[in-house]
């Protein structure tokens, strides 16, 4: 089957650093998507990982480990701005993306 | 600057009537998709399109219809509005088969 998972909410300090963990099961993977969703706002692209590794984009870094069915999202410096969701995605054996529920990251001063 | 423009932004009706949700996109994307969004669910494929006159049916499209007359409108059409189709859609655009996704600002759906 198909099927993304990551946790509901999480909690973090500003200044500190964040992992949000995505684990997932698909029969035609092409690749491992995050986005970042503010509330009441669209998704937006933050990374894209299709080989094993870490990917690092500024103070956002995303990690994939294809034989695990684990991806992570690593957001250093936390700012306030940070406080949104963020969506894990993988493709199915159609090339379309299924997406986990999101976990929504709460910054606390 | 491209973009993808939804509206209305905002509708509420009532159960029976139809509905339809556009979708315009001026980055000249082939693939454009129509996604919902709920509480407690991942974004689900409604209904996607990889050109003109080429539609698909998503996960989720029981109730639903869209139609590609050109590269740019993708509208969404619920032929029936049911209170389970209360929702936030979501239109989004992509360039290749496997690639980032431009979504729109979002439409949130009452129905009544």
Known sequence: GQNIDQPTEMTATEGAIVQINCTYQTSGFNGLFWYQQHAGEAPTFLSYNVLDGLEEKGRFSSFLSRSKGYSYLLLKELQMKDSASYLCATTDSNYQLIWGAGTKLIIKP | DAEITQSPRHKITETGRQVTLACHQTWNHNNMFWYRQDLGHGL?????????????????????????????????????????????????????????????????????
């Open chain 2, 44 to 112: 689900r494929l409604i209904h996607y399109s990889y050109g003109v006159q080429d539609t698909n049916k998503g996960e989720v499209s029981d109730g639903y219809s869209v139609s590609r007359s050109n590269t740019e409108d993708l509208p969404l059409t619920l032929e029936s509005a049911a209170s389970s189709q209360t929702s936030v859609y979501f239109c989004a655009s992509s360039e290749g088969e496997v690639g980032e996704l431009f979504f729109g600002e979002g439409s949130r759906l009452t129905v009544l």
